[in-house]
Every structure is written in structure tokens, then in C-alpha cells.
């Protein structure tokens, strides 16, 4: 079914909803990451729905019978998540009502400061009258993700999402070889920083781009977005061509992993995720990677503290190579000239005999 058809879905009570919650998928490939509402957020929607307030829409995408036989889910969320999310941690005892509530149908009850398990106990006819809440659910058919994909990011035009969010939500070929690449190993256990708001899918984005550009082309291109964005849209339909670049990436992230400790603190921010790709990647070509050791990383890493205290004291003794590599390092780590400058200076440290990028 290249085509979407939407009508409300019927029996969709909190209650009923919450018995189900094991048969939705709350992570297909093109949502944003989960738990990112602050408790303000979360205790404002549970307010709006105690106090008889519309909430907005909630979008399924219903599965087939077949689907639902192998799996035993019947829906992906499309938009919704945070919704589900917080309506189900309230039920479960992760948070409770603020404690300015106020319960406008009748404000001589105090519920501030309640919990779920509270509101049952002390006023049980509020308690049914949450779980038969009926929430909004849209229920979307199509066998076309790419359409579910498409409907997902219409639907969050006007929501705050996050670049790689955004690039997430556009599908095709190079956006499923940034997902793939995301789960390497390397990411889940290597590097230190959260995919949270899907940090790993952007650097994963980056060094597709990044090696499709060396291949094409034999020069370094910026990783900003304007580019990312350019490289997901281009090759939407490339599927051989980014299975080949996503096993090109994966080969040098292997490499890395054997080296990177996990959750490594040289990997704790995303700054320097690229000029390492970069260093292994010509390590490689070269037949060099033996030079290329933790321990000499952490060294070079103190050789940069160390030259930075001196040059405090006494500027014109301190390393200028050093000092222009912090200096890059502080400003716009996505231009190609300040990556590749910075990986001559970081291969000359490590005493690679070239650099051929």
C-alpha cells in the first residue's frame, strides 16, 4: 500500500492503553529518542488531562495481521511518544502531581504533590475517571515506511527536534547506513557521551560523508549541516552504493574499537570523533597503525595541558603547534581546513611518516 489511510482508533482509554503499552513499539527507526520532557513538562500534561483538557493527537502505525503474528506488536508510535511516556511513568510512581495542582472541578480537593497510587487511595472516583480518559489516537495504515517516515516529520515541522532528529526523520538509503553504523560497536561501548538526542546517528552521519567525500573526490569536506542534510537527501534512494560506504566506515570503526577503551574519556564529546576516523583511516593506508596506541593519545592529551600551563608563563618557549591544535580545537571543529590541519599536527605527534588526505 504505497498510500496512507488515518481514522481514530476505537477503545483508547489511558487504562486500556497502559494494558496494551507491551504490544506498541515506542522506537521505530524514525522517532526522536525518549525521555527528553523535563518534570515540568510531564506534571503540566498530567494536570491537562485530570483537569478534562484536550491533549494533542497521538499517531499509530497500525501493523498488518501477519506483522502482529510474528512480532506481537500491533503499533509503532509516529508522534506520541513523550505523551505515552509520561502517562505511563505517572501510573507507575515515577513522579507526582506539582505541588501548585490545582483540581479545578472542585478546588477544596488537594491532589498537589500526589501520586498515582495516592490519588487511587485517598480519591478513587478521580483515579477512574484518569484511567478512562480517552486519549486522541489517530491510527495510520501503510505498508510504505518511507511514507510513516514523511507523515513522523510533518507532523514535528513546528517541534524543536535536533538536526540529526530532523535527518532521522527524512529516511532512505544513507539515513538507514547512519542508523546501521550508529549500533557498531564502537558506539554502543567506546565512546563516553549519550545518544540521548541521538548524538551517535550525527557522528555517524559525519563519517559517511566524510569517506564518501575522501573516495569521490581525495579532499576532506566540512561536516556541517547544511552538508549532512545534502548527503541524506542525495542518496535517499543509493542503497548499493551506502552498503558499501556504511562497510568502508565500519572496517575503520573496528580498528578504533581496538584501541579506544570503553567509555573512554578520550571519547567523551563528539569534537574529536572525525579527526580520529581521519587518523585511523590514514593509518591504515599506509600500513601505520601500529603507531597508533591509547597510551599515545593520553600523552599527546597531557602534552596539550602541559603546553597550554607554559605558554601562560613563558609564550615564546611553548609549542605554536600545540597551542594553534587547542585553538582549532575551541573553534569550529566541522570545517574541513581546522580538521585537516588538526590531523597533521596530531599525526606528527604520533610520528605517522604522511598524511595522505
Known amino acids: 500500500m504505497s498510500y496512507i489511510e488515518t481514522s481514530p482508533l476505537k477503545n483508547t482509554t489511558i487504562m486500556l492503553i497502559f494494558a496494551e503499552r507491551h504490544e506498541i513499539r515506542l522506537d521505530p527507526p524514525y522517532q526522536r529518542m525518549g525521555g527528553v520532557w523535563t518534570q515540568e513538562k510531564k506534571q503540566l500534561l498530567i494536570d491537562s488531562i485530570l483537569n478534562d483538557y484536550d491533549i494533542p493527537k497521538i499517531y499509530f502505525h497500525i501493523y498488518n495481521r501477519e506483522s502482529i503474528s510474528k512480532t506481537g506488536i500491533k503499533y509503532s508510535v509516529i508522534d506520541g511518544r513523550q505523551r505515552l511516556e509520561t502517562i505511563w511513568q505517572f501510573i507507575e510512581g515515577k513522579f507526582n502531581l506539582s505541588s501548585d495542582f490545582e483540581y479545578q472541578k472542585n478546588p477544596e480537593i488537594n491532589l498537589a504533590g500526589l501520586g498515582y497510587e495516592d490519588i487511587a487511595k485517598e480519591y478513587p472516583r478521580i483515579r477512574i475517571q484518569f484511567d478512562s480518559f480517552v486519549l486522541p489516537i489517530i491510527g495510520v495504515t501503510t505498508d510504505d515506511e518511507d511514507l510513516i517516515e514523511d507523515m513522523f516529520s510533518r507532523l514535528n515541522e513546528a517541534v524543536p527536534l535536533n538536526a540529526a532528529e530532523k535527518r532521522n526523520a527524512i529516511g532512505g538509503a544513507a539515513v538507514r547506513a547512519i542508523r546501521e553504523v550508529s549500533k557498531h560497536r564502537f558506539f554502543i561501548s567506546k565512546v563516553k557521551f549519550t545518544n540521548k538526542r541521538y548524538q551517535h546517528l550525527e557522528v555517524a552521519a559525519r563519517l559517511l560523508l566524510s569517506e564518501m567525500y575522501l573516495q569521490e573526490t581525495g579532499k576532506l569536506i566540512d561536516t556541517k549541516k547544511v552538508y549532512l542534510d545534502k548527503f541524506a537527501k542525495d542518496n535517499f534512494d543509493s ?32 569534537g574529536n570523533m572525525v579527526l580520529y576516523y581521519l587518523l585511523f583511516r590514514n593509518a591504515i593506508s599506509i600500513g601505520e597503525t601500529s603507531k597508533i596506541t591509547r597510551r599515545k593519545l ?57 598524511v595522505e588526505i
Open 298 to 354: 593520553l600523552d599527546f592529551r597531557q602534552k596539550l595541558l602541559q603546553n597550554r600551563i607554559a605558554a601562560e608563563k613563558d609564550y615564546a618557549n611553548s609549542s605554536f603547534e600545540l597551542l594553534e591544535f587547542d585553538r582549532l580545537s575551541q573553534q569550529g571543529t566541522n570545517d574541513a581546513a581546522n580538521i585537516r590541519e588538526r590531523l597533521r599536527i596530531l599525526s606528527n605527534e604520533l610520528g605517522l611518516s604522511k
Open 239 to 270: 542503497k548499493e552504493r551506502m552498503a558499501s560506504l556504511k562497510n568502508d566506515v565500519e572496517v575503520i570503526l573496528e580498528k578504533m574499537s581496538d584501541v579506544f577503551s570503553n567509555s573512554d574519556d578520550l571519547l567523551r564529546a563528539q
